[in-house]
C-alpha cells in the first residue's frame, strides 16, 4: 500500500462523503464531527482544512484514494506551545497500522511548521485502537480523567497522550 499525507482537494468531496458517513467513526469523534456526514459538511470541512497556513488539516491518502484526515490545532494564550491532534480513518484500512503512520507523520509535521513544543490527543477511554496507535507512534500516557466526556447519552473517560519536541 502506498500511503501519503496530502492537502485536502475539492475533488475529495465524493471519496470524503462515502467514507466519513459512518456512526463507527463518528461515535469516537467530537460531536464537532457530524453524522450522518452529508455533501455540505464535506464541502464545508474541504475549505476549513484548506483555510489555514501553514495547513495543519491533511488528507491521508492510500493507493490515490483519500482514507481519512489528520490534524495539529494550536492552541492560543497560556497553552501556545501546545497543540491537539485528530484523526480518523476509513473502516476498510483499519487494523493495518497506517494511522500509526499518519500520526507519526503529522507529529513530524506539526513540530517543523508550528512554534509548539508538545502536541497531544484526547482518545476516549473505551478506544483502545486509538491508545494503541498513540503509543506506537511515541505518546505517552499524561493523564487519565474518569467520565469526562458525555457522547451519545454515555460518559467515556478522557485520557492525555502526548509526545514532545
Not at 10 to 31: H, M, S
Not at 118 to 135: D, M, Y
Request: proline share 4%.
Amino acid at each position: 500500500m502506498t500511503f501519503k499525507l496530502r492537502p485536502w482537494r475539492e475533488n475529495d468531496i465524493d471519496r470524503l462523503v462515502k467514507i466519513a458517513n459512518n456512526n463507527k467513526i463518528a461515535a469516537n469523534l467530537t460531536n464537532k464531527f457530524p453524522h450522518p456526514y452529508t455533501r455540505a459538511s464535506g464541502k464545508a470541512f474541504i475549505a476549513h482544512a484548506n483555510s489555514n497556513t501553514p495547513q495543519n488539516i491533511n488528507a491521508i491518502e492510500i493507493d490515490g484514494l483519500v482514507a481519512g484526515a489528520v490534524g495539529v490545532f494550536p492552541l492560543e494564550d497560556i497553552f501556545c506551545k501546545n497543540a491537539e491532534m485528530g484523526y480518523w480513518l476509513a473502516e476498510e484500512f483499519w487494523g493495518k497500522g497506517i494511522m500509526t503512520q499518519a500520526v507519526a507523520k503529522m507529529v513530524e509535521y506539526g513540530f517543523a511548521n508550528f512554534d509548539i513544543n508538545r502536541i497531544f490527543a484526547r482518545p476516549f477511554g473505551s478506544n483502545k485502537s486509538s491508545q494503541r496507535v498513540l503509543e506506537k507512534a511515541g505518546f505517552k500516557l499524561e493523564g487519565s480523567y474518569e467520565k469526562t466526556i458525555y457522547k451519545n447519552e454515555i460518559y467515556e473517560d478522557e485520557l492525555i497522550y502526548a509526545v514532545r519536541r
